[in-house]
């Protein structure tokens, strides 16, 4: 979620990429409460950390998947306790994110199955999976892979396919010469990148602290990992409804690749949100009831 992509509609001739965006927190809304935190093993995996809020007795579980960059805390901390007011909510950290299962390799396939791992693990039973940007791609690869497991599929701020903006010097930087930097260089080098403007605020230094969790060389892995990613030859096999929450203002996934991910979907329904790619921390109100909708439609 805090990167800048573009995405990459099939057979159609791409734009030049917009520049990395540099975030102002001010704009940013986080809760100032967390949902309860919980480390869970995963045999043969490692430990997962998850936030959960319980919802009603019996309801249907929703479990919602990050974006890139982010955390469960910095991309769903608001959507938590709306969401938990219908379906028991489980949010967890992917791997190489924040307090997420340590990795020398970041792929969606494992992600995955960390995914299908914690929903044995905590016998949430089918789940509506909701992905959000890089997210998007992870969830997509769990329905595929673990269908048994999935009820409903949400996808905010995504595509079938990416493009890294690997022609941007600083992504370029990244991609490149920050592989063959040592840990700390490289850190600092991320950090400086990803300082967003009033960074020195109580809630600035609370959200580059989350940053600062982030395993540097699995993000690298998971920036390449979105580079090559194409859900094109499957997705239209997917079994289960799905909904699209298409961000008309998006610079990082256009809207036409959002519409052209809904449109490849067997059988999908789309909400159009006024917002840019960063709609579930700067208009959260407007998102969360969208993504509400969107869950109750599915979970119906």
Known sequence: MFWQLSSRPARRRRAPSPPVERLDVSDLHFAEHMATGLEVDLPGRGTAFVRIADGPPGARTVLLVHGMLATADLNWSLAIPTLSSRFRVVAPDLRGHGRGTPTRRFAAEECADDLAAIVNALDLGPVIVVGYSLGGMVAQVFMHRHPEL????????????????TEQPAVRFVAGAARRMPEGLRRAAMLALLRPRSANSPRGRWLMAQV????TRALLEA????????????????ACPAAVIVTMEDRVVSPASQRLMSDSLAESTVYELAADHFACVKLPDEFNATLLTACVGLGS
């Open 150 to 165: 999935v009820v409903g599929l949400v996808l905010c701020a995504t595509a079938c396919s990416f493009q890294v903006p």
């Open 223 to 238: 920036i390449a990992e979105v580079a090559n990613f194409n859900s094109e030859a499957w997705i239209g096999a997917t």
């Open 212 to 215: 600062r969790a982030h395993d």
